[in-house]
């Protein structure tokens, strides 16, 4: 059970009839502007007055890459990351995954044949996705896996079911292209196999051209088939502890990771670049240019606002942190001297 600190109560020193009264008043009169309309027409003025001020100072001269750069490495590298967020992180994927799992929403609900072709065109189509299909098709690691699969294939012909690799489905494959199969023993075979599956592989994965328009129709034509289906059935295979243990290694990569000074790095050219573009934008065209204007200034205060501040008004937080606030003036040197002219 969390325990709740009690709000500290100092008491109030004493004040001159006069000044209590102007204390007083003061209290009443901020808290009226807090009230109603008046906090609308509050929030407009003030916003106005500080998007004016905004656009008059640029984000260099507001704050330097430095404090930017030690405010990100407090949040992203210093800051605990307690087993409560993991186990927060695994209960909200959990809790994600029973609603996927009995929803009834279709994988056509959320995005449309059309715009899963133009996604789908898209991504087959970037320079990046071809050159990584490249590299996988040239890759030794990937015509070892071919060679392994057409010795796995050949073993079980020979030994599935009794059958000599003659008369297995597999065995008159090869045999119709021409090949001498050897007779003897399973490892015999694996060794003459592998030689011909390795040359085999290697001619193939030299004359493969990857076709755009075929990958991207079977991609299509896969999403298309589905599109009346519930997204529940994607997870067939999946259970919720699955889900849950998936958690564990991103969160533990998370924790290695941003340890390492390749992550500090990147934050911290992360930053540069931005104050590169930004520096000498105003603060108010830098609001502007990550979509946050005058209006969802005015939305967001006027959403969050009210309530907060009802809730404390009713609680009498409110004339609590203006009277906190402003009986050290009345108190002071300074509201005497100015009461008397001086």
Request: aromatic share 8%.
């Amino acid at each position: 059970m969390t325990n709740t600190p009690e709000p500290a109560h100092s008491p109030e020193p004493p004040l001159e009839p006069v000044a209590a009264r102007l204390l007083d008043a003061h209290v009443d009169f901020a808290m009226q502007q807090l009230r109603g309309e008046n906090y609308h027409n509050l929030v407009v003025d003030e916003i106005e007055h500080a998007l004016a001020e905004a656009s008059q100072i640029t984000l260099a001269e507001a704050v330097t890459p430095t404090m930017i750069k030690n405010t990100a490495a407090k949040y992203a590298v210093q800051v605990p990351v307690e087993g409560g967020i993991a186990e927060l992180v695994s209960e909200v994927a959990a809790r994600l995954y029973e609603l996927t799992a009995t929803t009834d929403v279709s994988f056509g609900e959320v995005i449309d044949s059309r715009r899963f072709g133009e996604l789908s065109a898209l991504l087959v189509e970037t320079g990046v996705t071809q050159r990584v299909l490249e590299r996988i098709l040239s890759s030794e690691v990937f015509a070892d896996f071919c060679v392994a699969l057409v010795q796995h294939a050949l073993a079980e012909s020979v030994t599935q079911s009794g059958k000599s690799l003659a008369r297995s489905r597999f065995g008159r494959i090869v045999g119709g292209l021409g090949a001498r199969m050897p007779q003897g023993p399973v490892e015999r075979l694996e060794l003459r196999a592998e030689g011909l599956a390795r040359r085999g592989t290697r001619f193939l994965l030299a004359h493969t051209h990857t076709d755009e328009n075929v990958l991207v129709e079977a991609v299509n034509e896969l999403w298309r088939r589905n599109l009346d289906n519930p997204l529940s059935s994607a997870l067939s295979t999946i259970s919720v502890d699955d889900v849950e243990d998936a958690v564990v290694p991103v969160y533990e990569f998370w924790r290695t990771f941003r340890d390492t000074d390749y992550f500090r790095m990147l934050l911290d050219e992360g930053i540069d670049q931005v104050f590169e573009k930004y520096g000498d934008v105003s603060l108010y065209d830098l609001l502007l240019d990550l979509g946050v204007g005058r209006e969802d200034m005015l939305e967001e205060a006027l959403r969050f606002g009210p309530p907060v501040i009802a809730l404390l008004d009713e609680r009498g937080y409110l004339q609590s942190v203006l009277r906190r606030r402003l009986i050290p003036f009345y108190a002071s040197d300074q509201f005497r001297e100015a009461l008397a002219g001086r």
